[in-house]
């Protein structure tokens, strides 16, 4: 198979969560360890960085690595979902993982992953740990794809765990109280493995952490916001951004502290200001175009997510605002819309639907919204995102602002629009 080829087997054989839903979720280690035991155990031959959370993830696996490849490492990303292309999942320094590496380890391991019923996402951990091995990656940051403790990304041992924040999300999966959410996160907690928790804890989840780290003897430390840190800049423009920040300073600090790894200030300072540059990180308060109308975009998809960037519009200046959003079925929409009702009014909703199985029908998002923005008239629905977007185009004037947000896949169709 070429590439193109093997790309259409990978989601054809092995669907992902991001085409099919929970139908592909297959929790445990135990077939990602046969896996890597069959490849030689890949993940034993790098350092390891593991980042697990609700929101933030990535953002904070793309500024540490940044900071890191400026002080002159060679750094492994893998991150889920991609936005445009497959490869974006797995680099090295910000470069897409080869073509050829991925239908070689596919031509070698096709057998294997079709005995063993191998997931989609246990798949690209294995691929990312055996191209890190082979690329011989000084560190290797790794964003936990659902959860922590029953993630594929948990086989690893790391230097530092992560925990960006905790909020509702993947309820089926992970457990409709935030509680059960905070256990599954807190997962990733290793033996005598430091953790660093982010910022806006809740108090009864910090102690939740911080009883899971005594009993596994880790080292815990809580992060806070001081302005020593805020000084530090980004290309970033939203201010949620700066929660990540600290965050990543704070584990920059105890890399130094637990690890011996000195950082300098040149590159910390470079690698948060070259971020963008450095790993090509998309769809976080993206400006798409600047002016006439002024478009932005942004991956938030849940709750939490949603109120950041209701915080972040109101640090925003425009006439009118559009609100393009679509949906999958996992997500608390009623929360969401409501969220969004209260907080963001007087403005004009094109509601979609991103191109995925898992879709939401239109009559039922219609239903929906009708119960929540009770039938007001600047409410629209369309079948397709393209169409949605240009319609928002048509109607918006020079000074008004259009965002589009609200799933993964929205932001997906309309990045891919603008190539």
């Not at 898992?358 to 007001?376: P, S």
Request: aromatic share 14%.
């Amino acid at each position: 198979m070429n590439y193109s080829e093997t790309i259409q087997w990978i989601f054809k054989r092995i669907p992902s969560y991001q085409k099919i839903g929970l139908r592909s979720y297959k929790p445990g280690l135990i077939r990602i360890r046969n896996f890597c035991s069959y490849l030689g155990n890949p993940q034993k031959y790098f350092k390891s960085i593991h980042i697990g959370g609700t929101n933030g993830k990535g953002s904070t696996v793309h500024m540490l690595s940044s900071i890191l490849q400026e002080e002159g490492y060679k750094i492994g990303v893998f991150t889920s979902p991609h936005l445009i292309d497959f490869r974006e999942r797995i680099t090295c320094n910000g470069i897409l993982i080869e073509k050829n590496f991925i239908v070689e380890f596919i031509k070698k391991n096709k057998e294997f992953i079709e005995k063993e019923e191998i997931s989609f996402f246990e798949m690209n951990t294995a691929l990312a740990f055996q191209y890190f091995k082979e690329k011989k990656v000084h560190f290797a940051i790794i964003e936990v794809g659902l959860g922590g403790r029953l993630d594929s990304t948990n086989l690893i041992i790391p230097e530092i765990s992560v925990i960006t924040n905790i909020s509702i999300d993947h309820v089926e999966t992970l457990g409709y109280k935030i509680e059960e959410i905070a256990l599954e996160k807190a997962g990733i907690i290793k033996n005598n493995v430091s953790v660093v928790i982010g910022c806006n804890i809740q108090k009864y989840i910090k102690f939740l952490f911080l009883k899971e780290a005594l009993n596994k003897n880790s080292p815990i430390y809580f992060t806070t916001v001081n302005r020593k840190d805020l000084e530090y800049k980004t290309p970033f423009k939203a201010y949620y951004q700066n929660f990540n920040k600290v965050l990543v300073l704070k584990i920059i600090n105890i890399l130094y502290k637990r690890k011996n790894i000195f950082i300098s200030y040149s590159s910390i300072k470079n690698g948060l200001r070259n971020v963008i540059d450095n790993t090509n990180f998309k769809g976080r308060w993206q400006t798409l175009k600047k002016h006439n109308p002024k478009i932005i975009c942004d991956i938030a998809h849940n709750e939490e997510g949603i109120s950041m960037i209701s915080y972040q519009l109101k640090r925003e200046s425009y006439d009118t605002l559009h609100l393009i959003l679509g949906f999958v079925k996992e997500k608390r929409v009623e929360t969401i819309l409501k969220h969004l009702y209260f907080t963001i009014k007087n403005s004009y909703y094109y509601f979609c639907q991103p191109n995925i199985d898992r879709r939401f029908k239109i009559y039922d998002l219609k239903i929906l919204a009708d119960q929540v923005f009770k039938n007001q008239k600047n409410i629209n629905y369309f079948t397709e995102v393209k169409y949605a977007y240009l319609y928002a185009i048509e109607k918006s004037n020079k000074n008004d602002l259009i965002l589009i947000s609200g799933s993964t896949f929205v932001v997906s169709e309309i990045l891919s629009y603008h190539l």
